[in-house]
C-alpha cells in the first residue's frame, strides 16, 4: 500500500498581502458561508521552490522552469563562431526535435514555460560542440528530455509538458491553498508619500507628494500538504536519499517560508506556530473541514490559535474513531504548553522515505 505523508499548519499573519488577484487585493475564499483569506498553492509552491531553504537543502538537484532555458546554449553557439541568427536557429531546431514547447521563432524560447532539471539543462549546453560542427539532427530519440530527471522539484510538484506528455512526471506532493481558520476582512490602507525636498522648502504647499491605497489583510492560515512517498522515490528512480532531502526540505520550507507578497509594504514574516505531521497507509484527508464554521463564532474562541488547535485535534480524533485511522502524528506547537520540534518533524519525514 501507498505511504502517505500529511502535514497540517496553522501560521498567524498580521497585516499582509502575500499573495493578490489581478486588481491588488488579497486573494479570498468563501468557506462555511464566510469570507477567508486565501494564499493560492501556486504561490506557495513557488516560494518553497526558490527559498534558500530548497536551495541549501537540496543543491544540485533543483529545475529550473522558464521559456529561455536554450540561451545559455545561443551563448555557446556564436562563442564557437555561429553568427547570433544562425545560433538561434539552431536552438530552435532542438526545441522542435524534443517538443519541448511552442518555439518563439528568432528567440530561442517557447511560448510557454517548460521546467527541465539540472541534468536536462547540462544536456542542452553540451549539445553546443555538436551544433556547432553540423545542424543536422536527423535522429529518432529525444536529445535533451529524460523519463526523470534528477530534480526534485519536479519530483514533488510534477511537470506538463503538452507538446510531449510522454515526459510528463506526476507530482508527488498536492500543496492545497491556504486559508484563515475564521471570518477575515479585506481592509484599505490609505497612505500619502512626503516629497523631502518640497517639503524642507518653506514657500512650498503642504500637499504629499504622491497618495494611493493599498489593500491588506491578517489571519490564522491553515495550510494541508499531501505527499505520496512512495511516488516521490519513484519519480527520483528510486534514490531514498534525495527523496529523504525534498521530504526535509518540504516540511522546513512549508513552516518557515512565506511567499513574497509585499514583503517590503508589511514584513509578513513568520513561522508555524502548530504542524502536525501524520504518516500512514490510510487514504489521505485534509483537516480543513475543522474550519468549516469559521472559528470564533462560538463561546470560548476568542483565542483563534488555540480553538484552531483544539478543532484539528478533535476531528483528527474523530475520523481515527469513526475510521480506525492509526497513522503515525508527530506535533510541534509553539506556545506556553508547547512540545516538539521542528527536528522532530524532519526526522519523523525522512524516516518514512528509507533514510
Do not use: W
Amino acid at each position: 500500500m501507498t505511504r502517505f505523508l500529511q502535514l497540517h499548519l496553522l501560521t498567524p499573519y498580521a497585516a499582509a498581502n502575500l499573495n493578490r488577484d489581478d486588481t491588488g487585493r488579497p486573494k479570498t475564499l468563501n468557506f462555511g458561508g464566510a469570507e477567508r483569506l486565501r494564499i493560492s498553492s501556486q504561490s506557495l509552491k513557488r516560494a518553497f521552490r526558490i527559498s534558500d531553504v530548497f536551495i541549501q537543502g537540496l543543491p544540485g538537484a533543483l529545475g529550473k522552469r522558464s521559456q529561455h532555458f536554450a540561451h545559455e546554449l545561443v551563448a555557446a553557439l556564436i562563442a564557437r563562431g555561429l553568427s547570433e541568427e544562425e545560433a538561434r536557429a539552431r536552438a530552435e531546431a532542438v526545441i522542435k526535435h524534443d517538443k519541448l514547447g511552442k518555439v518563439k521563432k528568432g528567440q530561442a524560447a517557447t511560448e510557454q514555460l517548460v521546467h527541465l532539471g539540472p541534468d536536462e539543462l547540462a544536456t542542452i549546453a553540451g549539445l553546443a560542440d555538436r551544433l556547432a560542427a553540423s545542424a543536422d539532427l536527423n535522429e529518432k530519440k529525444v536529445l535533451v528530455l529524460k523519463d526523470k530527471p534528477r530534480a526534485a522539484d519536479i519530483a514533488m510538484f510534477g511537470r506538463m509538458l503538452a507538446d510531449n506528455p510522454g515526459f510528463n512526471v506526476e507530482a508527488a506532493v498536492q500543496v492545497a491553498h491556504a486559508f484563515t481558520t475564521h471570518r477575515a476582512t479585506v481592509e484599505d490602507d490609505y497612505y500619502t508619500a512626503v516629497d523631502d525636498i518640497k517639503n524642507a522648502d518653506d514657500e512650498a504647499d503642504r500637499g504629499a507628494g504622491f497618495i494611493g491605497v493599498q489593500e491588506f489583510g491578517a489571519g490564522l492560515f491553515y495550510l494541508y500538504i499531501c505527499v505520496n512517498a512512495d511516488l516521490l522515490v519513484d519519480n527520483l528512480s528510486g534514490d531514498t536519499a534525495l527523496a529523504a532531502d525534498a521530504v526535509e526540505a518540504l516540511i522546513r520550507a512549508a513552516a518557515t517560508v512565506s511567499p513574497s507578497g509585499k514583503q517590503n509594504a508589511f514584513a509578513s514574516r513568520a513561522k508555524a506556530r502548530y504542524a502536525l505531521l501524520e504518516i500512514g497507509k490510510e487514504t489521505p484527508r485534509s483537516l480543513a473541514s475543522a474550519f468549516q464554521h469559521a472559528v470564533g463564532g462560538r463561546s470560548g474562541e476568542d483565542d483563534h490559535f488555540e480553538a484552531s488547535y483544539r478543532r484539528l485535534t478533535d476531528l483528527r480524533n474523530g475520523f481515527a474513531a469513526a475510521y480506525g485511522e492509526a497513522s503515525q502524528g508527530t506535533e510541534m506547537k509553539v506556545a506556553a504548553d508547547g512540545s516538539g520540534s521542528l527536528a522532530d518533524l524532519v526526522g519523523a519525514g525522512r524516516a518514512a522515505v528509507g533514510a
